[in-house]
């Protein structure tokens, strides 16, 4: 045989694209974490940031599409979003195999052995009265198309339904709140082996406009036989079922020649059905699933071995680390050149759910991890002011919508700028700031922008009755702070000097000397004429003006106050009245000093007042960092994460939020934690020995925790590059410039980080 | 021969509905009127409110598409506007004829024998220099498709160009305020007779988000020979080019064989290109191009038979009317089943441009001729309100934007209230209103509800410095006045007495005293303290205070003063301080009286400050009614008419904004004049001496004017069913009832009309 090096070299390059699978980090991520209980994640296979996230759908209304047993499954649907709370999104396009005739009806089926690794989806549908029991499903994809493969019981009848009418949250009442309402479809078989259409759906989470999501999906045998359908009508052999407003799909039977197993390729698009099937000849050329499987799973080691745990470390612990790493990573989703809204060059992401949620530790993590990534995100941002009018607080369905509190696109660009994230246009992200903090939305106050902003600008704070006064004075204020650094930065000091002032605004909601469970000084509802109020309205008879009693502990309303009219968004005052990442020492000040503010913090653990499940209590353990306590935060941490995370299906303690929870998890266990929009994270004792960053710029940055053990918890000192480093916080550009972080870890505490306190830049 | 009376009758039936072309009231209808000079109408075949609106066009940019020789013609596109001023919007799908080689390159044409009338356009290209020369072009249509005929030169190549690419108005500048901007499109030849795509544009006049004009080109020959292309890339016999964010097409040769005739049917839809084919086999299922013209003309001609004016009638007048009636009924457009952004059975209809232009005529002539259409359109206004959050006050491409003055769709609600229009949900009409009158439209100020509401709520005015202050203030307050008709008629009496106190909003920038060319009173500038300008500030220099001098006869700004940033919107105030239609007599008091309004009048007329294409000054030479003269209304509306309508291409005295200057004509050729909003109307002296109106009711109205002569100008004297009618005015439930109105014409005008004067509804 003659030798070929041209062959075997690109066979070599072929391999470094895609080892095999279960050799990389990969291999430690469990995209089940977090699947069960609040966590909500998407359990099937995506590529980083992916277009497709096929999954199983278990009835129409989870979320993430997926259910555990006994809930059936009803199909496979190719767009899903992951760790969302609220009304669901998408669930476009379902895919369900069956044996038998090609007739409606529910095929929905059991799952036995059902098993998700990164990239990988396999179950054995089952089920007595189940036309698809028997029927292996193994799902993998590239970033805009779904591959399966199915093994159809031997000499049964290998058919498939294409439903482009099935969606998640169908309700019966047209255009309800957070429901997803069907607008039109259209499927058309388009040869033997292709079969195209689409699915045009409004609403859902966000509220949104229309959205439609194209197909093409692709076979490797001929159909043999084939009926389409609209509403309840089927068709046989009729090709086309063009979109009149009405449901539709197609039933395929594949001849049983070529074997019992079908391979199928959908292809997504936002632009049109040809493009989706341009899609599948891109990305997937060939029917090796095998191969596919391989590549998305190198994308991902290339990605995930960016931070390096010492090969020692627990493999619960990387279990927790990797699918930490990979939840932060499943969204925003990359639809560069699938924009149906304008033409241009420039990135183009959707799906932030919502930046409220991610700002703090998961767009942190990307700019840590991939920080081309973080620019390509910004600049979509502000792509997407430019041509929609704002910066998007959520998107989804190519439209912004809605906010929870404040306008924390911001933030984003605030961090980015106080990070040197370059190509970024700083200017055009100042405008776009401003116009948020100057421009009411209007309308519709929950879609962008700043809601009520009128208020806010002449109170300096939301009034009592305004929803969700409190998080959302604390959010804009937050925000207004983002504004004075960027302007600071860029050399706009009248703009500058606003802003800073305005980011005070939370003291306005400060109660000064109001006492509970030991603690002084609350975020509390205050009426427009800035009169404090112990009692809020509830209901709407002006006759009789009811009330109820506030409290710093109030978390739920009484029923008939809608879940978006409270004073707080999700949270009380205890949690709120700590959020102030940019002023804590003010804070500190106004709770009554250093002694009252640690027995607070104490307070709040201790008696349960905390919730690391929501957001803005992300910062709140590590704020013990600014009494010059920092192993009292790291005692905190590692409480916080034994009780509330593990590997398990119910690992994660609340909504993952498109990643949140999970980059809040991978920060702290590397012993680091960002306060978004500010240069520096806090470092806490780390859970691991060391991580080693392989950055983008080709410099590596290793912590390494010395003697750590379940006893040596503590940081007793610390050298960066082999120089004594005396301070519990390290600035973004000392990562970014390589070396090491070395602690020496103990079993008591001593003065490492007592001294010189967190920096505060105003 | 067997006799065959089942297919005689079906004949019959098919005579009745497409009578031959020429014998209808379409034969009077000449789409030329209007098309040069400032009128800008569409003079292509259209159906009623039809969808296609297929027109030569002449370069890039007029907003119709069409220009006069000798500017050479491009192409023919599917989709126009009429009559509108501002950005171009639509011209997309492209198709032009020639005879040559299949290459990329400018095959635009002259045109000779160029003749368009109802329902068709015909042309013969030509030109030295070009390869379409000596192709005849003739085009008809039905609702949704264009029907095209193109007669190549002998045994000449017949080849066409489909240009997915093309649109009007495109500028090199992105993003341009009003400028059309490519976002993508597809082409794909599907079969040997059918070629598939779509154009996703946005903004546009209405600067609105991307909209997809779908098409199916079907042609009556095989392609013989194809090439498409992408960008500058031919691709000869590449069917599909899928949408890349690149300008696609297709170069189509036809075989000789068959003759030197091509038909080509393009369906368009705006849900998807199988749509747009499905319309084109429902519309039109064969190749009889004569059939679909006469079924085209056969629908003009049932609506335009509802105005049957006295065969007698001089034919030049009968064009102007007939020609008036059709430019009303070209928009909105029927898009019932084409909406992409939600589903359901209820009308739907796009490109309103503006109702701020149409409401005072346009659609009370929709009204008065098809009140089903009329209920159709407020439903599809209350249904977007539904969907979009705002009614809108223009709409274009399916997205609301933008605002000239008021929220004047109100005022639609209000007309159709008054008038007992039935099937109407008025009090989801109240609610849209006074989301309109109480919610800020925030972020972009012009594309629904009110602009800068919170200043008028709160001054009860728009302060100068505010875009467009003066005009704005005058219709909100009209607005209001509508919203308290109809809170009043459905017994809403708080709501009611807030917006009749509201509706006096214009006195609040009436200038008491202040005086000019011997007029007393104006709408003048006032600043947000309630101080009288009389001068106003321009440029933005905040350190010089540049000012100027501010007059009532100011009509354009400083060119540094943005078109829609001065104080009045395309007027002077001596033509806005008389555009109170809801209190006239108020009007007439703070005038000074009704000798000092009288003056006044005289002197708006006398020296021309008085401009008729402006909408805003459409009742003004009917205020004389109000004087209890009713034969000075008539004088001054005649010679309006005389100097500024005629029957040529120039016979418009401004952009006919959708049928509004058409439509002002045609009423007060029949002696009427719509007071829209309020449920009367005024009589003049007809210019045709009978009008009958054929109402859907089954009831005739008729107006005759009796003696009516070249001197005989004036009434005398009038009966209404017979009894003697004084008053110069009308209410809208005689014509429903059916009758008679006989006006006796004399030399001179006698006392009718002097006492009972038009009522004002408080």
Redesign the interface.
Known sequence: MRFRPFLLLAAGLLRGLAPAAGQGYGQFVDPMIGSEGLGRVFIGPSCPFGMVKPSPDCTASPNSGWLPEPTPVTGFAQVHVSGTGGGPKYGNILLMPFSGPLALGDNSAHRQHEHAELGYYRTQLAGAGSAAAGIGVEITASPKVSFYRLAYPRQQPRALKLDAGFFLGEQPE??GREAQ????S?V?VVSATEVRG?S?I?GGWNNG??Y?VYFAAVFDAPVAEFVTWKGTRLQPGQK?Q????EKTGALLRFANGAGDTLRVKVGI?F??A??A??NVRAEIPGWDFDLVRRQLRARWDALLGRAELHPDTPLDQKKLFYTGLYHTMLMPVDRS?EN?????PQPYYDDFYAIWDTFRSSNPLITLLAPQREVDIVNALLNIY?????LPEARSGNANGRTQGGSNAEVLIADAFVKNLPGIDYRQGLAAMLKDAT???????EQ??RGDL?DYRRLGYLPSGVPRAGNRTLDYAYDDYCIAVVAKGLGQLPVYQQYRQQAGNWQNLWRDGYRNHGATGFIMPRDAAGKWLDSIPYGTSVRQHPTFVYTPLMRENPWYVCHWCAFFYEATSWEYSLSVPHQVPVLIAKSGGRDAFRARLDTLFEKKFYNVANEPSFLTPSLYHWLGRPDLSSQRIRQIIAQSFNATHFGLPGNDDSGAMSSWLAFQMMGLYPNAGQSYYLLNAPLVKQTTLHQENGRDFRITAHNLSATNVYVESARLNGKPFRQAWIEHQDIVNGGELLLEMAAQPADWGTRQLPPVTE
Not at 242 to 245: E, I, V
Not at 439 to 445: A, D, L, M, R, S
């Open positions: 047209p255009d309402q069907f607008v039109g259209e058309e689409y045009r409004r406009p229309a439609t086309l063009a979109d009149s407003g698009s632009l049109s040809a493009r099937s341009e050149g149906p809204l304008w033409n241009g430019q041509h929609d009018g704002y421009v009411p939305p209007g309308g519709n106050e962008e922008g009128a």
